[in-house]
């Protein structure tokens, strides 16, 4: 995520109840801040059967999926924008700090393996300015291992607000959605190409890697 989204997010973990993006034309996506929270949730047991390595968890959120690797012993570092996300992570056991995921890093062009889990592929609402990004983290023959809509869901890009319950909607912020029928394409053209796709529990992924 970017520095901007930060009060919108530490809003939402904090309520940890269901809220929902808005798009500018009233169209609605929810999101689960409470399934962020949990110990893990239905499709994380594949995700992170195949990350190895130094792996990087961008917008790590609450550190679901940060604490998860600690606990196996796997080198792990998480970031958020959200001081709620790196508080969480960190009580959780995970290693986070507070970092915009296009701000220096450490170990860039060392990371085997890059998170993007529950929709960050999403973030800033350039899919095609992140992926060069993690591209640009990774080490050689490294991955991203990004979470994607459904096939037949199309991508899509713009400004959302977030609602949370019956308070008034967050200031807009930039976000996306990657369909998973869009991701080849998408990967091509960011120096990346996709190894593998999957799903489990109702989420699609994919692995991309460096050409």
Known sequence: MTTSAAPTFDAVL??????????????????????WHAR?????????ARTYGSTL???CGPG????????VGRVVLGIDVSEAAIRSTRRRGGRAIL???FAPLPLEGRWHSVLLADGNIGIAG???????RCADLLAPGGQVLAELDPPGVASWSGEVRVRVGDTPDSPPLRWAYVGA????????????????????GGRWFASLTTR
């Open 40 to 48: 893990e949730i239905p499709g994380d047991d594949g995700l992170l």
């Open 57 to 59: 968890d961008v917008g």
């Open 14 to 35: 904090r309520a940890a109840t269901k809220a929902w993006f808005v798009d500018s034309a009233g169209r609605s996506r929810p999101l689960d801040p409470l399934a």
């Open 126 to 132: 350039e899919p095609t300015r992140l992926l060069r």
């Open 99 to 101: 970092r915009d995921v």
């Open 64 to 71: 679901r999926l940060t604490a998860a690797l600690t606990e």
């Open 181 to 200: 029928d869009d991701i080849a394409h998408l990967a091509s053209s960011t120096g990346l190409k996709v190894r593998s796709t999957w799903t489990e």
